[in-house]
């Protein structure tokens, strides 16, 4: 579906074909209210997207290193300053689109102006992590499997509502690069996502399996499916099912998208192409004799380290999933 700035560089373009932009300017239309921030979506003279931000205190710089976008601020005639993000590379209008649109509704829930301009420079910095990784910004299919199994067990801890829907949003911290997926008050939930017929599970970190409060391993065994099978799920319409649960919360659902950017998650057609179904779901207690890696358990040389647990050996630690 078009964003309602994609749109306006649609209109920008035809326009361009009888008007022609200045050379070394740019046309912007302004969005409808946003919390009476100046929001635009335009075209430069080469026809690139560009979103800015109208503000009267002096943006930062900021200095970026990607191929698909960049960065600029431009003061006005009266004083005041424009924010400028603009799009480089061809063939991301779409993707550059919903993160533009994203932001600027997240920016309706900000009102002010400083916190306006931190909410564009950190977004700014996700979006410049985002493609890092990859021309296109898509993320590698061991990834959408593990964003999968988080989802499902943020779903699943949305369905039982032992606790609100802010703290349970607030709680999924994987993506944030936390040592866990999720930290709520009095427990931490770590989810692996496996395959059908595993023998193991890799432990990526000397703090993984490491909390201050009690700690749950979730495996969910994803198996891949047809779209049309019951309960096959894509990450487009996770995200959806999320979406909708949570939609009568403003603040929680601008936090939900933020965490699904801060993952590598933006949404696009190709998501909805890989369908999935949870096999089966396992949780463990993480407790003592649990077989771990931890800091204490290595000598101080030793500052990071990768294990395989045998799924087997497990068993005795058994749990229910966790109840938030």
Not at 143 to 164: F, H, N, P, T, Y
Not at 178 to 187: E, I, K
Not at 246 to 270: K, M, N
Request: include cysteine; hydrophobic fraction near 45%.
């Amino acid at each position: 579906m078009t964003t309602k700035i994609e749109a306006i560089w649609e209109l920008e373009a035809r326009q361009a074909g009888t008007l022609a932009i200045e050379a070394g300017s740019f046309r912007l239309t302004r969005l409808g209210d946003r919390q009476g921030h100046d929001i635009y979506a335009g075209l430069d003279d080469g026809l690139h997207a560009i979103l800015g931000l109208g503000v009267s205190i002096r943006p930062p710089a900021i200095v970026l290193e990607s191929g698909a976008f960049d960065y600029f601020r431009r003061q006005r005639a009266d004083g005041s300053w424009l924010l400028v993000l603009r799009l480089k590379r061809r063939g991301l209008e779409s993707v550059f689109g919903r993160l533009c649109q994203d932001l600027a509704d997240s920016a309706s829930l900000v009102k002010a102006e400083d916190a306006v301009v931190a909410l564009f420079v950190e977004r700014l910095r996700l979006w410049e992590r985002l493609f890092s990784g990859s021309d296109d910004g898509l993320m590698p299919k061991h990834k959408i499997r593990g964003l999968v199994g988080e989802l499902l067990v943020l779903e699943r801890l949305l369905m039982a509502q032992a606790v609100s829907i802010g703290e349970l949003v607030d709680s999924w911290v994987g993506p944030l690069s936390a040592d866990q997926d999720f930290c709520l008050a009095d427990r931490s939930i770590e989810v692996k996502t496996i395959n059908p017929g595993a023998r193991s599970v890799r432990i990526s970190s000397l703090r993984q399996l490491a909390a201050p409060v009690p700690l749950t391993l979730t495996l969910i065994t994803l198996g891949t499916s047809a779209a049309d099978s019951t309960d096959a799920v894509c990450l487009n319409s996770l995200v959806d099912r999320i979406e909708a649960r949570i939609a009568a919360e403003p603040a929680s659902l601008s936090t939900f998208r933020e965490r699904l950017l801060a993952a590598g998650y933006v949404d696009q057609r190709h998501y909805g192409e890989d369908w999935f179904a949870a096999i089966r779901e396992d949780s463990f207690a993480v407790t003592v004799g649990f077989p771990r890696l931890v800091p204490s358990d290595v000598g101080p040389a030793i500052t990071g380290a990768t294990y395989e647990l045998d799924l087997a050996a497990l068993s005795g630690y058994r749990v229910e999933f966790p109840a938030a």
